[in-house]
């Protein structure tokens, strides 16, 4: 669908439909397309650009980020990073989880909350299935999305937004909504991953909401809940949304409470759970490509617009404007549900893939990817069929928006070592600084410089330093071990002694593939000639991989 390679068919939900896709850097993305109603509305349109605008400047730890969105295809759309976890209401099946845990959880999302509020978002739909637990923390995703539905002529005419059952007493009450709607929320998810128990009771949906719209008058009974968690639930739940404690308050008191550093999330899980979101994560590595589609666009179509200044072509990365869409509940990155496979909504028959694949991601159905020509844009206004795979030894565009790969290396030695190449800058220091959790940290060996955050066109960066999911380092251009530091010998070696495209967390924090003294090198998206020597490994505590003291010296043609 455009420039997005479709992989599987995650879900639908109250407000669209999610597919598994990846960005063009091949990172995992989830992909949700806006349902029709909604999508037809001006106003809802209007409010979506507002919010997910908003979302896209919410950085921080535990947070799942917005990557890219559009509003004038047919129907709206945005693309959040992909976390292979394991929601939490989907968790919580296993049991309730044990009391350290809860509040290692609570912590995690008050302080991914400060990040939302402190960007000028609140959530307004904070429940277990926006909650993801990965292997390395749990995550807070769908910040700020439904108020854009709250605005719309659907909610006017009597529409419900938002899960009743997690609703503040203000938000269930038809009121204003603050950040500290989303503290109430969190005691809510407190309470019920501790012991699998509502503190409102159990009901209907809508009963559930007036009991919590009056709270004012009648307290929640607390007396069944464990009394190291009941002070953070009375806080949480006050009726008072200014008795609530700020995320920051909260994080603290649950560090205290669970004896564990803010990123120490090593065995913070039931084995159960730690199992199946292992699981999830070898299975979303290992999923395949899909096939190239061969068949044209549409005609009249025109490519979505994506960030300011770019102009997207197809097959250049994640803006797409899929033209259909399906009804019922939000679906969340990691949140893999089973899907039907025939009636109306149900994906597209696909080709066959690996069934324990499938069972592990938990999708029935692949989606095949069908209607679009992949091709990459040239200056000359021609095009190849692009594969999306980090294969190819030269990469298909510079920096400078050239197309056809970089000049070929010399053959043969030259006398003087240099290889054709002459000398731009030598010996740079530069630092290359591991990520924060689940973060990204992009690397242009050209400058040399280091743009953290997420970067949808991810052509210009040799490497990306990827906090998510253990990933570690990331190599865009064919990476290889030089022994000596002349160009020929780096040539040489970025051809002879190429490392894997991902060398993951524990390689690093051991020094298994990369250490004090090696000299790295590749031929940069730009056509030059690369080396990065590691002169210095220093651990850096908030993302257990370490931080590269680095001396760069680059080599242009001529």
Known sequence: ?????LLARLGEGGMGSVYLTRTRGNQPAALKVIRREFGQDPDFRSRFEQEVRAARRVQGYHIVSVLDHDTSGELPWLATAFIPGLPLDEALRYGPLPLPAVFQLIGAAATALGSVHAAGVVHRDLKPSNVLLGSQGPYVIDFGIARAADATQLTRSGGFIGTPQYMSPEHAGGEQVTPAADLFSLGLIAAVAATGRHPYGDGAAITVAARIANTAQVAPDLTGY??????????????????????????????????????????WLPTPVAAEIARRERAAEELPDPQPATTPPPPGYTPTQGPAGHAPTWGTGPHAAPTQGATGPVPTPGH??????????????????????????????????????????????SGDQATGRHDSPTPAHGKDGSSGPPPTPSASPTPDGNAGYQVAFKDRPFALRAPSEAGFN??????????????????????????????????????????????????????SDVL?????????????????????CTETTDGNLAMIEITGMSPNHQSNMPDFATKVTLWKKG
Not at 1 to 5: D, F, I
Not at 500 to 520: A, C, M, S
Request: net charge neutral; glycine share 10%; charged share 20%.
């Open 1 to 5: 669908m455009a420039g997005y390679r």
């Open 226 to 267: 464990p009394d190291a968690l009941r002070p953070l639930l009375t806080r949480c739940l006050a009726a008072d949304p200014q008795q609530r404690p700020a995320p920051a308050e909260l994080a603290e008191l649950c560090r205290a409470a669970s004896g564990r550093g803010p990123r120490d999330f090593d065995d």
């Open 336 to 381: 893999l549900h089973a899907m039907p496979t025939t009636g109306p909504g149900a994906p597209a028959a696909g080709p066959r893939r690996n069934p324990a694949l499938r069972a592990a991601l938990g999708v029935v159905a692949l989606i095949a990817v069908a209607g679009i020509t992949w091709t990459v844009a040239r200056s000359d206004g």
């Open 442 to 495: 992009y690397i242009d060996l050209d400058v040399p410089k280091s743009v953290p955050g997420t970067q949808i066109d991810e052509s210009p960066y040799e490497i990306t330093y990827n906090g998510v999911s253990g990933i570690g380092l990331e190599f865009h251009t064919p990476m290889g071990r030089s022994t000596g530091r002349t160009a020929q010998a780096c040539l040489d070696g970025s051809h």
């Open 500 to 520: 894997p495209d991902k060398v993951r967390r524990e390689e690093l924090d051991k020094g298994q593939t990369i250490h004090v003294g090696t000299l790295l």
